[in-house]
């Protein structure tokens, strides 16, 4: 049975930093590309950034230049680096292997001043 659970999650002002940490289980999470996505309130979730098994990435328009996806297949975890917060990016952000419909719950990213 696979099991993602995101951490990372707070408060913090517009401009600040977060890293957000996904880690999984009961998947071979090294051949997999993994994903993060957000869902902000009254919005469809979104693509955040992706990263292949050979460390290829992919960003979102809203993501490039301020976020860093990486990943460490020794703990099976996948990371979010985030700069330069905005209050647009206020959303629920969620993690997923590619391709498959497995979620975790979420952590909640919430900027504000």
């Known amino acids: 049975q696979v099991h993602l659970v995101e951490s990372g999650g707070g408060l913090v002002q517009p401009g600040g930093s977060l890293t957000l940490s996904c880690a999984a289980s009961?998947?071979?999470?090294?051949?997999?590309?993994m994903a993060w996505y957000r869902q902000a309130p009254g919005k469809q979730r979104e693509l955040v950034a992706s990263?292949?098994?050979?460390?290829?990435?992919v960003y979102a328009a809203s993501a490039k230049g301020r976020f860093t996806i990486s990943r460490d297949n020794a703990k099976n975890t996948v990371y979010l680096q985030m700069n330069s917060l905005k209050s647009a990016d206020t959303a629920v952000y969620f993690c997923?292997?590619?391709?498959?419909?497995?979620w975790g719950q979420g952590t909640q990213v919430t900027v504000s001043s």
């Open positions: 990263i292949t098994d050979g460390d290829r990435t």
């Open positions: 009961g998947i071979i999470f090294s051949i997999y590309t």
């Open positions: 997923n292997p590619w391709g498959t419909a497995v």
